[in-house]
């Protein structure tokens, strides 16, 4: 498995918005990929549609060993699983004052799952503290995403030192590139922070920039990747190009250890996760037109069958659904309606909430 860590101490750098869409295209590409949110923001998570308070099991859990890290893990697309977090990761560091190799706990955790995915990505904290220096340590690859500002190259140079600390002190062998994101190649300032990082690091700069674009900023605000979101846009072409930038690298990686989950399939078989039949119940009356919507049909209506249940008239419909989250609602004679019976919820952009369900 290949684990790379997107660090930088300075937020708004388009350090979660290059693990989400980094995670998506390689998953798009065949890749088995988990993407884990070690941000206690949990902006990867809203990145793809999940709210924090629809997380059961966060990392969290798993960091401080309530769970085993399979316990966290959810299947959001082909290919594609995450481990989401919450603001109750922020007491992980006053939890673990004290305790021996309190650095090494991620490192730790993945071992169960190191034959199962092709790609580890971690979204760390906009900071350098004790959830990052775990990424760090679990991780081999290190990608730092560099905006075009004064404050993002002058954390550049304190992160670099960390880095150093963590081969010197730990032993741990790291790689680090900087990809210039939020690019805007119309001013000159963009152009001098291009022109500097490549001057000072000619051999760890991508050659793919990430240019500005208003459709990443649409596409995280409707918990979409930008690959789902719009296709057409610079950004797509822009993480497409980075993808087939580290794909190149694969055969080099391979020489170093590195296994495409692909190959270790034509010596034992991975069976792919089992859809699940899935009962949606809503009591109406016996006259009324019932039908239901959700992610699981691109919200297109399909009607449901009416029923009865200790003498109450009761529509439902039985849907085969993979593993994953999925939103959906009611449509009772032409009106909207949450499911009653399911007490999550998540807004929409209609100002409503649809109803949530875990498969």
Partial sequence: MRKMALVNQKGGCGKTTT???????????????LLIDLDPQGHAGLGL???PDQIEESIYEVLSGKIQIIEAIKTLEK???AVFSNVVLSAFEQVMAGVPEREFTLAQGLKEIEDNYDYLIIDCPPSVGLLTFNA???CDEVIIPVDSSSFSLNGLGKLLETIQIIQDKAGHELTFRILATNMDRRTNFSNRVVETLRARFPRNCFETEINTCTRLREAASAGKPIAEYDQHCAAFLDYQQLMKE???????MKAKGFALKSFVEAKEKVKEPMEKEVAFIIEAPEDAGVQIAGDFNNWVPESLDLTHSHGRPVWQKAIRLSPGLYQYKYLVDGRWVSDPSNKKRADNLLGSTNSVINV
Avoid: H, Q, T
Wanted: with cysteine; aromatic share 0%.
């Fill in 19 to 33: 693990a989400v869409n980094l995670a998506s295209c390689l998953a798009g590409k065949g890749r088995k990929v």
């Fill in 49 to 51: 549609g999940v709210k």
């Fill in 136 to 138: 760090l340590i679990a």
């Fill in 79 to 81: 290919n594609l699983d």
């Fill in 246 to 252: 580290i794909l190149r690298e694969e055969a080099k």
